[in-house]
């Protein structure tokens, strides 16, 4: 067990997309500070290799290690219902994210991006949100990005099948992870989960490595000037662990700052509509539950 020296030890973390960059440096920053981590990783290998660096960094604190593709709507319900069985669950990080060149289309017909980037989170958090309640006092903590502010998000074609590109897509998950965020907070209200987002900085990690080749060339060129996955993963760390942030809810965050983000992100009619369309897309009913 964790040292109860340590602030976060007995504190249950999620994470996912944890088996590399931002989301393995922020679980081998929570089990140093004591909290049982559970990484959620889509490669058994590389999961294993994560999980491994975090009990090196952190014997005393506990890891877990889930599988789970998070393009497929029915493994993001089989890993809630793993995770639904926790005894607790305190924080709940959404981090999984990619951005793509070509429009890719997943097992249940929906655009991979939107998929991976807003509808996972949306339908874990969901899926959760009984569990993180009786956690309380309990954060959700989404991985959005200052690239949020290039969307362009058409609510009728929220999967670009009339037009797509890759940045847009990616830009356009974004701007639904802030809103998704601001109104999550906003549902949440009085029940002790707290729902914060946030831009960790250009990282140097594997993201984009499926990206457009112009935004290949883009990372590649400007490498060494990138954050460390670490430093990417400080403001994860600090809204799921610091006690400033205790009670606060509903921002979006850089460099352990709130920020103000774009309008279109706080646009509250946008961010009900958005919400709906979700929850039909992913089968679940106005209270949270599945169909």
């Not at 249950?12 to 140093?32: H, N, P, Q, W, Y």
């Not at 490595?209 to 990417?232: I, K």
């Amino acid at each position: 067990m964790a040292s109860p020296e340590l602030p976060m030890s007995g504190k249950v973390c999620v994470i996912t997309g944890a088996s590399s960059g931002i989301g393995k440096a922020t679980s081998l920053a929570l089990a140093r500070l004591g909290a049982d981590v559970i990484l959620v990783c889509r490669d058994k290998s590389r999961g294993e290799a994560a999980l491994a660096e975090a009990g090196a960094a952190a014997a005393a604190s506990m890891r877990q290690l889930e599988l789970a593709d998070l393009s497929s709507m029915q493994e993001v319900r089989d890993l809630a219902g793993r995770l639904g069985r926790l005894d607790r669950l305190d924080v709940l990080i959404n981090n999984a994210g990619l951005v793509l060149a070509d429009r890719r289309v997943s097992a249940d017909g929906l655009e991979y991006t939107f998929a991976v980037n807003h509808l996972a989170p949306f339908l874990l958090t969901n899926l959760l949100r009984e569990t993180l309640v009786a956690s309380a006092p309990a954060r959700v903590i989404t991985v959005s990005s200052a690239a949020h502010q290039a969307a362009r998000l058409d609510l009728a074609d929220l999967q670009l099948a009339r037009s797509y590109n890759g940045w847009r897509a990616y830009a356009n998950s974004k701007l639904a992870n802030i809103a998704f965020t601001i109104e999550l907070a906003s549902r949440l209200a009085g029940t002790g989960v707290t729902a914060n987002c946030l831009h960790p900085g250009t990282v140097n990690t594997g993201f984009g490595r499926e990206g457009s080749r112009p935004l290949r060339f883009g990372l590649e060129l400007g490498r060494r000037f990138l954050r460390t996955p670490a430093q990417g993963a400080d403001t994860v760390v600090y809204l799921a662990s610091s006690p400033d942030v205790e009670g606060k809810t509903g921002g979006y965050y850089v460099n352990r700052r709130l920020r103000t983000p774009s309008g279109a992100a706080r646009d509250p009619a946008m961010a009900r509509r958005l919400w709906e369309i979700s929850a039909d897309l992913t089968g679940l009913t106005e209270a949270g539950q599945p169909r």
